[in-house]
């Protein structure tokens, strides 16, 4: 469904007088597919270049060598009617569940806002259809009328979950979505993200630093060393087993749960 091949990319750098100075490089030759129905996991350390990939896929950031094909399309090469499909169908979810809504909108308007720009509905089936996709990821019909200061972080997560599944997206990119939560709002999070893709036979990127929520939900996972893809497997603890420098930094970053093992833990 998706293939990512060749993405190379870089950012122009300027000076203190704003003259351009040697580009960085952020991400090297990344190849890669993803299947319909499975959850990818894109895992690296901060700067490892997975939020510039995110965009690059969602069309966001165009690359500077490489293509992203969607359903054998190149997303970079649509026509304005390709484009506006591939909008629907390409969805994200970040991290900063506040700032991804505006603060002033109901949480049935916030739901109900893609549904407005793309479907032709009366008001009676957008009322329905808003009230459907609340109870979808755990909410009451009656949480609709409530603004985003009410709800908790989870909860409005919830609703980005929500609004980002009511056009029926084939694919969402999960970048750091659940990073921010606390361990039993993310675990919450987590089952419903698994029983959306389950039902929906949804596709994830999920794009996170956490090895623990990765291999909570991913099928496989990959990781993102300086721009380099430095490890491809399954989503299992056979990740646990790599030697490579930056595996073991995200493997070492995972706080035993027990207060007596992280004590343990630090002075290894
Ligand atoms: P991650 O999501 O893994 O933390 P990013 O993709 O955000 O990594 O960043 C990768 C590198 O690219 C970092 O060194 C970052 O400073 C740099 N970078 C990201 N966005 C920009 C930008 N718009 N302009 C210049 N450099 C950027």
Redesign the pocket.
């Known amino acids: 469904m998706l293939e990512v091949s060749n993405i190379s990319h870089q950012?122009?750098?300027r000076n203190q007088w704003f003259r351009k100075t040697k580009p960085?490089q952020?991400?090297k030759q990344i190849s890669f597919t993803l299947e319909k129905g499975y959850c990818l996991g894109l895992l690296?350390?901060?700067?490892?270049?997975?939020?510039?990939?995110?965009?690059i896929i969602l069309g966001l950031?165009k690359p500077v060598e490489g293509q992203i094909l969607f359903e054998g399309q190149d997303i970079y090469r649509l026509n304005s009617q390709a484009r506006h499909q591939i909008r629907r169908d390409l969805q994200v979810v970040f991290q900063d569940c506040y700032s991804a809504v505006n603060p002033l909108m109901t949480a049935a308007q916030i739901i109900g806002e893609p549904l407005y720009n793309y479907e032709k509905l009366t008001p009676i089936e957008h009322k329905q259809r808003v009230a459907e996709l609340l109870e979808q990821v755990g909410l009451r019909v009656e949480d609709g009328s409530k603004r985003p200061h009410q709800f908790s972080g989870g909860q409005l997560q919830r609703i980005n979950i929500a609004r980002a599944i009511a056009l029926n997206p084939k694919l969402i990119v999960l970048?750091?979505s659940v990073s921010s939560l606390d361990m039993v709002n993310q675990g919450q999070i987590l089952s419903l993200l698994a029983e959306l893709k389950k039902n929906y036979q949804l596709s994830y990127l999920f794009?996170t630093?956490d090895i623990r929520a990765a291999l909570t939900i991913c099928d496989r996972i990959m990781v993102?060393d300086q721009?380099e893809l430095v490890y491809q497997g399954y989503g299992d603890h056979s990740i646990m087993e790599s030697k490579h420098p930056a595996v073991q930094q995200l493997v070492h970053a995972i706080l035993p749960e027990h207060p007596s093992e992280r004590i343990r833990f630090q002075h290894q």
């Open positions: 950012y122009q750098n960085t952020v991400l690296g350390m901060s700067g490892a270049g997975k939020s510039t990939l995110g965009n950031e970048d750091e794009v630093h993102l721009g």
